[in-house]
């Protein structure tokens, strides 16, 4: 109902669901077109079962919960691998763990050189300094 009142686009899969109950997967194209499987939502009814879960209820007696199961970007690293092969390993600005390294051209830009690191800390830019003793390029 939510996906019809959204307009989104969404198919049915009888029998595809886990062995826990019903679940909604979120599947992904990447970068070359190949769908993957990231986020999901599943009701699980087996579990509370086999660890044999209760909780007391309004009417004082024991019921068997139900858990809802979310993983919102699915595995992490499934997730990380699509979004490198999206930017094939070129993120923008604001995704770069690294958004700015400084390289002094000599020793004696050093202190200037990590002036401008603090600098750029205080701003929240992810920034290195780079002062081996070495040639650039």
């Known amino acids: ?57 309004s009417d004082n007696e024991k019921h068997r919960p139900v858990i809802i199961h979310r993983a919102p970007f699915g595995s992490m690293e499934r997730f990380t691998s699509i979004l490198i092969e999206h930017f094939a390993g070129n993120f923008p600005l604001w995704l770069s763990p690294e958004q700015v390294r400084v390289l002094p051209i000599s020793d004696d830009q050093n202190d200037y050189a990590r002036k401008c690191v603090d600098s750029f800390k205080e701003i929240g830019v992810r920034v290195t300094l780079d002062d081996r003793s070495e040639q650039i390029g």
């Open 1 to 57: 109902e939510v996906a019809d009142e959204m307009n989104l686009d969404y198919t049915i899969a009888p029998g595809e669901a886990s062995f826990y109950g019903p679940k909604i997967d979120f599947i992904i194209r990447d970068a070359i077109g190949r769908k993957w499987q990231l986020g999901t939502v599943q009701v699980d009814y087996v579990m509370p079962e086999r660890f044999d879960l209760t909780y007391v209820g």
